[in-house]
């Protein structure tokens, strides 16, 4: 563990910065600095969202790269401006899974001077909880059975711990703009997109098994404190409150539910940009509070930065090294494992039966659709395939690579023929409604609209029977048990 200790008290303390280059935002900390303790004195924040160009193209775009570079040039000033040094830097998830990652580190490094650390997911997670915890070790005010998440936009952080012990920790590659973008992309979110995007996170964390279940949660990071900000003004929480109650984010949830980000932006003063992502952010968190049968949790305005800034007072220029090394320790015993294995071989039954009624489910509305009767069959298919995709996201890990791509390929060519269709099934049905509000002069307009589109939605009926009729359910079956076979030997 990082051990503290406490320095003479008329010691001078350095002032030191740390940047943090995540998925949604690049973060500045400037603080003096001591083994156990921070005075911070810059807190600056900027959404730049590298994140959404990874998830959409695998790498970081130029637009993104730029914003980046605009940004951290404005803190390394900010930062030198307040005598600091050195200037941690370290990238996290979007940086990790981006293909261009060693070209934007160059490019930083180029334009900047800044040498920016990417450090991989048990760093990330170490070095959180530490700038998450320390204000409550140094009042001792850590509970036994401790637990920090640091939800980002492209990962998220879980580590549990025994006083300052660290007894667990993982790196989840979920955060909250990886799942807007992939589930979530209705301004506000829809209750199907809502449902799905549920299934998926319940299904998802089924998988993950700490040491020990933590009886205390804290949550840090920029959808956490967004949350908290919110709940504070909308729900006129003290704001000295740190804790986020389950019946507290159920009502911030119906605001964002029914609000678009827009509107949450001007009524609550949140970031256009994190407005955008919070119902995801809220939904992770509820469903990480539910994993662990949680009523609340506490929210901190530490994490990753100040855990850089006290590993650095502690360790020096072998700060990283010193880390990694903790991070690479294994605390398992043997009967861990052994426990560990058995829970992992009973989640991967669970998911080979899950995807298997998931698909047959969706299988079942085929003939309905075929017979273009009831515009509900083609709506309830299509959440069908969001729900067989979220259990695949879900278990990707336990499939074949190669049989768990065809498979996803198939289903996600299926969910664009079908949402072809409903989409304009919804255009068809908001039209006739309109129909009945206006005057009869406008009315003529809205037949000719509604007549054109009736016309493109029988095309559209002529391509999902094109497409359902070179579909062999037999072999796409024969295709997702083949995802587990590999994994099953």
Request: glycine share 6%.
């Amino acid at each position: 563990m990082l051990e503290l200790s406490q320095g003479p008290e008329d010691q001078p303390k350095p002032m030191r910065a740390a940047i943090d280059i995540g998925s949604n935002t690049i973060h500045l900390v400037v603080a003096r600095c001591q083994v156990d303790d921070l005075e911070i004195v810059v807190d600056e924040v900027e959404m730049v969202r590298i994140g959404e160009s990874v998830t959409a193209s695998g790498a970081i775009s130029l637009q993104k790269r730029d914003a980046a570079l605009k940004t951290l040039h404005a803190y390394k000033s900010l930062a030198e401006q307040q005598g600091a040094y050195p200037i941690l830097v370290v990238a996290t998830e979007a940086i990790r899974k981006a293909a261009n990652s060693s070209e934007f580190l160059a490019d930083v490094k180029r334009e900047t001077g800044l040498d920016v650390q990417l450090i991989d997911g048990n760093v990330e997670a170490t070095l959180t909880f530490y700038g998450a915890t320390y204000e409550l070790v140094k009042q001792r005010d850590a509970a036994a059975g401790l637990g920090v998440m640091d939800l980002g936009g492209g990962s998220t952080e879980l580590v549990t711990a025994q006083g300052e012990q660290i007894t667990w920790r993982i790196s989840l590659p979920i955060g909250s703009g990886w799942l807007h973008d992939r589930y979530l992309p209705a301004n506000p979110p829809t209750a199907d997109e809502i449902e799905v995007a549920q299934t998926f996170l319940h299904t998802y964390l089924q998988g993950i098994h700490p040491a020990d279940e933590p009886s205390a949660l804290i949550a840090t990071g920029g959808s956490a404190n967004s949350l908290l900000f919110l709940a504070r003004l909308a729900l006129g929480l003290d704001e000295t409150e740190m804790r986020l109650t389950d019946e507290t984010l159920v009502r911030c949830e119906a605001i964002l539910h029914s609000l678009s980000a827009e509107e949450v932006t001007q009524r609550y003063q949140q970031p256009s940009g994190r407005a955008k992502i919070l119902p995801a952010g809220l939904l992770i968190i509820r469903a990480m509070m539910e994993r662990f049968h949680l009523s609340e949790i506490r929210v901190s305005p530490h994490g990753i930065r100040e855990g850089a800034l006290l590993a650095y007072a502690r360790y020096g220029e072998q700060w990283l090294q010193r880390v990694q090394a903790l991070a690479d320790e294994d605390g398992k015993t043997k009967k861990r494992a052994e426990k560990v294995e058995k829970v992992e071989q009973s989640f991967r039954k669970a998911g080979y039966s899950a995807i298997l009624t998931r698909t047959q489910k969706m299988l079942s509305w085929r003939d309905e659709v075929l017979k273009h009767e009831d515009s509900e069959a083609v709506h309830k298919m299509r959440v069908a395939t969001r729900r067989l995709r979220a259990a695949l996201d879900a278990y990707e890990s336990l499939c074949e690579p190669k049989q768990f791509k065809k498979v996803y390929r198939r289903t996600k060519k299926m969910a664009d023929v079908l949402g072809n269709a409903r989409d304009t099934d919804v255009m068809i049905e908001g039209l006739q409604v309109r129909r009945e509000q206006v005057t009869p002069d406008e009315q003529a307009g809205i037949d000719w609209l509604i007549d054109r589109l009736s016309a493109y939605r029988r095309h559209q009926q002529k391509v999902l029977a094109a497409f359902f009729k070179g579909f062999d359910d037999r072999a796409f079956l024969q295709q997702v048990e083949a995802c587990f076979q590999q994994k099953e030997a």
